[in-house]
């Protein structure tokens, strides 16, 4: 029989540092050997170890070597690995039932997790939501509601910008290499406009947020036309194209110009949403109440969940049987998100993403004072990072930010690169990391950095 606390990431899972093999060990190696035999190439490795149990701050691999996580599964398990109140209550459900499909027979958890999210999303106006199983998903289903509500077809996103995999999102996401490259033809009516990317503004990031937003709502206005635009889907903060934090004062004018234009607002918060930035959404940083909100990620502890949820108006526009899916909105899912927005309400987790950019944030700008490869320290919350850059120049480091991942690695630290130059470490630890791993964790890559 299995006590609670013997549960994957219970208490009973040591939240150590522990290195008992090199990494990756003999047992990871020998299943790195299955794994290139039979899983397609396309799916890429971080860190090249399998494993075992994972919960609180840390990763345990199948050698016996524990990882201090500062990558959550990509913002994913910001309450912990198997956190208690998603296994409880996913556990729960999959004793009930386990599908009915919410098109067919629906159940109330789909219910439940609507009217959190009605509760949790910015904004006091009626809310909809409709659940479906990945962020890019949650994307398509935005745009989709937004074209069916203004009756038009373009589709405006952002330099840096990065919206899944899927055909549509692909053509929303900026990066060729790895998503977009020999995948085309993309959708039609994609429109990119300029980001305001603080660090790498030509004219210096004091003009940033002014000039960006000049230049976007320019070339929107002139070259795709406002009144053809159904859509602008923007991030609140950026994710895979470098943790980006919009200069200050650009979202608030995109916005404006959205609703002058009666163009559809989405932020997709896939990424920042979920307490991750030291808020419920990071568009609240700047009070911004977005027409939709995209999420997923963070939402339901690890489970596959994702959501779009909006202005009711708008939501209601798609005609019924318009939206869904045949998975979408799985109970067990909606079990394990009604258990993570538990925790994250009763731990008060963006008190906590709050606290690990106190703890982080001074330690990285110390770091960028003795290493000249750090060119940038940005990001809010647990969502924070640094771009590195030939020394005393802005000139990209991608092989350095490489190697230096692969040095954290070697001692213990999961850390991800990210970056549309592929030179931006991130650091997204798990909101409930204890503050002494948080601080071990900055002390190896310390190290590593004066290996690099
Ligand atoms: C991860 C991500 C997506 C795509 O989500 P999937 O679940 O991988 O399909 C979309 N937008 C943002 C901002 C993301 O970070």
């Known amino acids: 029989m299995t006590a609670m606390s013997d549960l994957p990431g219970g208490p009973a899972l040591p939240q150590e540092r522990r290195l008992v093999t090199a990494v990756p060990g003999p047992k990871s190696q020998e299943l790195m050997a299955r794994k290139q035999a039979v899983v397609a190439d396309g799916i890429g490795t971080v860190m090249p170890v399998f494993v075992r149990r994972a919960g609180g701050g840390v990763l345990e691999d199948v050698d016996g070597n524990s990882f201090i996580d500062f990558g959550s599964g990509i913002a994913v398990t910001s309450v912990g690995n198997s956190a208690e109140a998603v296994v409880r209550r996913a556990s729960e459900q999959l004793r009930d039932y386990t599908h009915t499909c919410v098109m067919v027979t629906p159940y109330e958890p789909y219910v439940a997790v609507c009217e959190e999210l009605a509760e949790v999303t910015p904004g006091d106006h009626e809310k909809k939501s ?12 935005a745009v989709k509601i937004a074209r069916a509500h203004t009756g038009r077809q373009a589709v405006v996103v952002f330099d840096h910008g990065y919206h899944g995999r899927t055909n549509l999102t692909m053509a929303l996401t900026a990066k060729n290499m ?23 503004w030509l004219t210096g990031p004091e003009n940033c947020a002014e000039e960006a937003a000049a230049q976007a709502i320019d070339q929107i206005t002139k070259q795709v036309g406002a009144d053809n635009v159904a859509a602008i889907v923007v991030e609140p903060v950026l994710g895979e194209g ?11 004018r995109i916005a404006q110009f959205a609703k002058d234009n009666g163009i559809v607002f989405v932020a997709d918060e896939i990424q920042s949403g979920f307490c991750r930035t030291g808020q419920w959404f990071a568009c609240e940083d700047e ?31 798609a005609h019924s049987g318009g939206l869904g899916g045949t ?9 394990a998100a009604l258990g993570s927005i538990e925790t ?3 731990q008060d987790l963006a008190a906590r993403a709050r606290r690990v950019e106190e703890v982080m944030k001074p330690r990285l700008e110390k770091l960028a004072g003795e290493f000249d490869v750090i060119g940038d320290v940005r990001g809010r919350g647990a969502m ?7 020394p005393g120049t802005k000139e ?3 092989q350095a930010t490489t190697a230096l991942a692969k040095a954290c690695h070697q001692r213990g630290l999961l850390v991800l690169t990210t970056g549309t130059y592929g030179n931006v470490m991130r650091f997204l630890p798990p909101l409930v990391i204890g503050e002494d791993l948080l601080n071990e964790g900055l002390d190896v890559l310390e190290e590593a950095l004066g290996q690099l």
């Open 287 to 317: 009070g911004i109440v977005p027409d939709l909100i995209t999420t997923a990620k963070g939402i339901a502890g690890g489970l596959p969940l994702a959501a779009v949820t909006g202005r009711a108006e708008i939501m209601d526009a």
């Open 384 to 390: 924070l990072a640094i771009e590195l850059v030939q």
């Open 178 to 200: 790895p998503y977009k490259h020999g995948f085309g033809p993309f959708a039609p009516e994609v429109y990119r406009v300029p980001m305001a990317y603080p660090y790498r």
């Open 242 to 252: 470098g943790f980006i934090v919009p200069a200050r004062g650009f979202l608030p």
């Open 130 to 141: 409709v659940l479906l199983n990945s962020g890019a998903e949650a994307v398509e289903n």
């Open 327 to 335: 998975y979408g909105g799985n109970p067990v899912a909606c079990a």
């Open 396 to 398: 990209p480091a991608p």
């Open 344 to 346: 994250m309400r009763e």
